[in-house]
Structures are given as C-alpha cells and as structure tokens.
Nanobody
Framework: QVQLVESGGGLVQAGGSLRLSCAAS????????MGWFRQAPGKEREFVAF????????YYADSVKGRFTISRDTAKNTVYLQMNSLKPEDTAVYYC???????????????????WGQGTQVTVSS
C-alpha cells in the first residue's frame, strides 16, 4: 500500500519561496508518476504539476509555469515542489498524489491518481 506524507507548508509573504516534500513508501515507484494538486476553500482540487518517476518528464499548470519546479530524488523516494515568487492566489492545501501505470491516464486530473497524501497548508500573505 502506497503511503504519501507531505511536509514543508507554512505561511510566507508574497514573493517568497517554499519547498514542499512528499515522502513516498510502500512500493517500488519506477512505474509511477507523481503529481501535486492544490485546493483552496470553496474550490475544486486543481492540478499543479507532475513528474514521471523513471524518466523525470515534467508538466506544469500554466498558472505556476516558470515559478514552480517539481523534482524527485529516487534514492530518497521523495518528490519536491519548489515554489518561488509566491502569490496570494497560491494559497491552498497542497496534496501529493501517485499514479501507477500512468501511461494513458490523465495526469492533469485527480482521477488519474490512485493514492493521496493528507495535504499541507500553504498560505501566502499580501
């Protein structure tokens, strides 16, 4: 059973940076893609970025492109989301997700993922 544990959220001023981590355990992840989503109060869960575990292919939502960077450390089974130039509209709970046998699946949608972490709060003040 896959377990995902996020950390690194917090309160930051606009223009600041945070790095989120997602520690993954329970499986060998070579066949996985890992994604980050976020959900603000009263809004639907929104795609942020994904990375394929074996090849490291990345994809970003337009709203974060050029500001956020997703990466993974295969030795530590950890996925990161480096967030720079943060804006108040980035405020949300950020979730890590895992997608097994990801080819053919929509990795920009929540239904493309099998396992989810508990989320970590990111608050950006203006």
């Amino acid at each position: 059973q896959v377990q995902l544990v996020e950390s690194g959220g917090g309160l930051v001023q606009a223009g600041g940076s945070l790095r989120l981590s997602c520690a993954a355990s329970g499986r060998t992840f070579s066949s996985y893609a890992m994604g980050w989503f976020r959900q603000a109060p009263g809004k639907e869960r929104e795609f942020v970025a994904f990375i394929t575990w074996s090849g490291g292919t990345t994809y970003y939502a337009d709203s974060v492109k050029g500001r956020f960077t997703i990466s993974r450390d295969t030795a530590k089974n950890t996925v990161y989301l480096q967030m720079n130039s943060l804006k108040p509209e980035d405020t949300a709970v950020y979730y890590c997700a895992a997608s097994n046998e990801w080819r053919g699946r929509n990795l920009r949608a929540p239904y493309g993922y099998d396992s989810w972490g508990q989320g970590t709060q990111v608050t950006v003040s203006s």
